[in-house]
């Protein structure tokens, strides 16, 4: 018989990209760490000016700014997929959305485990992981591992299987065009993080309502009022402080 308490009642799971951490600051790091090859190997151009260029040649809509760079520089072509093999493969510079660690030190206080559901190459993901310091994370789940991407329904159960005795799962993401609906179906607390006008995917909230989050927030601080709701959804359930947990 399971325990009255939130370490068997929660599990939170979080999106990667654009959730923990902001997308573009990715982006950014890979710009650079590829400028760097360019400079250093190739002797073509300042890197600073490079990032610059990558990144205007992305706000312009092209669909490969480093293909676009590479060409224009007049690069031998053999050179690119090594290159670009590399800068996925680099520890990039990205730190944790403000109000992160903070959450996540609430859940561990609380025993309350999470995980990482991401799509997205392993080396690329992992390494993304690493830098943010989140490889205390009970599971980690990556599409490109796994051969199966969101929204499917099957990258969620898995989760499910992986943990039988977890009363409620969480899932906090922010792109509604694939992240909330099979959580939905599966009856989990569906949160979205609100673009902040700088997200990678924009978030259309006209889709239809079972694609919509339950709830959505601006940032991380405001999901330990949110989780006030364990006393609800688990009535006699108890905060890391042995009380019942209070909802918002």
Known sequence: MKTNTLHNALHVVFDLDDT????????KSSFAFLAGIISNSY???????????????RRLGLSNPISALWDRL????????????AMRG??????????????????????????ILTD???????????ALGLGDAAHIYISAERGVSKPAIEAFAQI???????EKFVYVADNPSKDFVAPNQMDWLTIMLKDDGHHIHKQDLSLPMPMLPRISV??????????GFASTLFPGSQDASGTAASAP
């Open 20 to 27: 923990l951490y902001a997308e573009l600051d990715y982006v």
């Open 43 to 57: 002797g073509s151009g300042d890197c600073e000016n490079l990032v610059t260029e990558l990144l205007e040649l």
């Open 74 to 85: 007049k690069l031998p072509e053999s050179g690119l997929p090594e290159a670009v093999a």
């Open 90 to 115: 680099h520890r990039p510079q990205i730190e944790p959305r403000d109000g992160v660690i903070d959450f996540l030190n609430i859940l561990r206080q609380a025993d309350v485990k999470y995980s």
């Open 120 to 130: 997205g190459r392993s080396l690329t993901q992992r390494q993304k992981i690493a």
């Open 160 to 166: 499910v299987q992986d943990q039988p005795s977890i």
């Open 218 to 227: 601006k940032s991380f601080k405001e999901l330990p009022q949110i989780f």
